[in-house]
């Protein structure tokens, strides 16, 4: 099909965290949804996070993609203020910093 958002999607119970020890924090400052999809905008506190690597707060969810200034980018390092696209709704505060784990 022409359009992502019709593709097949995995089930929740697929997303686990692979590595024990986080690779980077975000902290977030928004949320908003785009496409059924939620959108955390915020800062990298710490580490370098990249599309692929999963967002945990009160549950789990893969970052597909990474947006900085509108623009899709390939990584995220401390001090960037990015907007991360997830698989899944984390649900999440304003100011709440969420840890992010190598897929």
Excluded: W
Aim: aromatic share 10%; with cysteine.
């Amino acid at each position: 099909m022409p359009f992502g958002f019709f593709r097949k999607t995995k089930k929740r119970e697929d997303t686990n965290i692979a590595s024990r020890k986080p690779v980077g924090r975000f902290r977030v400052e928004k949320s908003l949804k785009v496409f059924s999809r939620q959108v955390l905008i915020g800062e990298v506190i710490e580490g370098l996070i990249y599309p692929g690597y999963k967002v945990k707060g009160k549950s789990v969810s893969p970052i597909m993609k990474i947006e900085r200034d509108h623009r899709r980018v390939d990584f995220a390092v401390a001090g960037d203020r990015v907007a991360l696209m997830l698989e899944y709704e984390v649900p999440c505060e304003e100011g709440e910093e969420l840890e992010i784990y190598q897929s």
